[in-house]
């Protein structure tokens, strides 16, 4: 059975590179690369604007503000995504149970191409307020991967589907955080284990 993950459309509604300019692509570009590997707050418009070859007033006359910035750097992010992981579930898994657990594997995939851990729980670390835009892109992601687990859980045929669907959302947000912290190498093949577990059980 295929599975379609439903498209959030706030978040997914076109690339967002394809409704910029290529003055305002190569700045999402550049942000994009130095928010994940050096840090949000670390990072000012300033260097942004120098690397990607502009000035400030471009760079504000395509976003706004350094926060709307970031907030479609977290869009763009999650929109690759959701894009890869759709794919690679596909690509490693044919039946329902193995696409359930082929998620962990993907994020183990993309955690190894990723050194310094999830963007999302780092941006989360630096945006405290919730006020912030990307408080929003992070919440539509988080929300968009709960829904997808639900979908795969769904035709999976497993028994009480929101709930399992909800434990596997909490096992790999935990191997996130623990990847993330370093406390962990093996975290998603662990949290993968409970999974298996969970699902043969329901």
């Known amino acids: 059975m295929e599975v379609e993950a439903q498209a959030d459309p706030e978040t997914v509604e076109g690339s967002m590179s394809t ?99 999830c963007g999302f729980v780092n941006a989360l670390a630096e945006l405290p307020s919730t006020a912030h835009p990307g408080h929003a892109a992070i919440a539509a992601h988080k929300r968009w991967m ?18 399992v669907a909800r434990r596997l959302f909490l096992l790999q947000e935990g191997a996130l955080a623990a990847t993330t912290g370093e406390l962990l190498s093996d975290s998603q093949q662990q949290a993968k284990s409970a999974a298996m577990v969970l699902i043969d059980s329901s």
């Open 19 to 117: 409704r910029l300019t290529p003055a305002g692509a190569r700045v999402l570009d550049v942000a994009s690369e130095l928010f994940y590997s050096e840090g949000i707050n670390t990072v000012g418009v300033e260097g942004i604007a120098r690397m990607a070859g502009v000035t400030k007033k471009t760079l504000y006359d395509c976003f706004g503000s350094k926060d709307e910035l970031i907030a479609a750097y977290l869009r763009g992010r999650d929109e690759r995504w959701r894009g890869w992981l759709i794919d690679f579930v596909e690509r490693h898994a044919t039946t329902p149970r193995q696409r359930l657990l082929a998620t962990f594997d993907a994020l183990a995939q993309w955690q190894r191409n990723n050194p310094r851990g």
């Open 146 to 163: 709960l829904d997808y687990l639900r979908q795969l859980t769904v035709a999976a045929g497993v028994s009480d589907a929101e709930t």
